[in-house]
DNA sequence: CCAGACGTTGTT
DNA sequence: GTCTGG
DNA sequence: CCAGACGTTGTT
DNA sequence: GTCTGG
């Protein structure tokens, strides 16, 4: 069981809870069940739980051609998106979708809007998608059902939230030149004007224990072998590969320079010694 | 029947 | 579109 | 995700 | 505090 003494475990180990977020919880910390998501911080008055942040940024500065040949997509008739280091909710981003035998490289808006919405005014809220819930919430089922995606990244933002400060992280693969998120895509249609509009959301899941002292949750991540399962697997399938652990991921500290969208050049990835 | 929601993260 | 609440 | 705005009437 | 824009 944890105690307040454990400093390791007070940077590094996860919680759940039963007992409201927020709570001190220094005469609770012995009912404290270990087992995922929260992180203990010393308030000087008390212990109190707190939880971790998503990807709400991420960095793609790659042209089309390297994504098609990777993810061995076609590309040729996509258009082409300026490199990117600070893709930002709506920002357009590339995708990987499938249908049939036609994997393709295509432009959407990130944040997904549902074929039924009135309009797009929830789009930047829409950007993430609870993997534990997605088959049922109606704003992401009929995607996760039909029409996932991979939305490619050199490598995702996080920010590390302290009292009184919070410190960007930069996520990469080890070994791989991309990060495969799983995606949904969904396809909208504009009342007024008759346009499509292609969106998509980041499916995300628990972070692993070595990120968790940054946050507690984190992109779901494919394998290449899997992408051609995910991109048109079952959904028992797709369940399969959610519930894969994901490694080799390295996460360094950057520069709060990634904070402004308007910031978005190579300095964004140069690691800050912390 | 119609009206209204439909989501995530992090805050206290 | 589809479900829940009134 | 963070940064930045947060308003009206009447005018072109 | 909450919403919009990037």
Redesign the pocket.
Known sequence: MLGPSDSAARTSARFVCDFE??TLISALIGEVRVGACHTVVDTGAGYRL?????C??YALPVDRDALGIYYEAWARDTAELAPNFNV???SSAYVVDEKGENRKLRVVSWGLVPR?AKDT??Q???????SE??SE????RDSFKESRCIIPALGWYE?Q?AETS?TPFFHKMDSEPFVSMAGLLSAWKNPSTEEWLFTCAIV?RPAIDSLAYI???MPVLLEPKDFSLWLHGTTSEADALILKQPSGIQAYEVS?LV????NNDPTLLTPVNG
């Open positions: 977020p927020g707190r939880v971790g942040f998503m709400g940024r930002a909710p709506t039924w005014s929830m930047a809220k829409m950007i993430n998608a609870r819930t997605v919430k109606p704003t992401f920010w939230r919070k995300t946050h507690d949750r709060s904070n402004a969208t308007k």
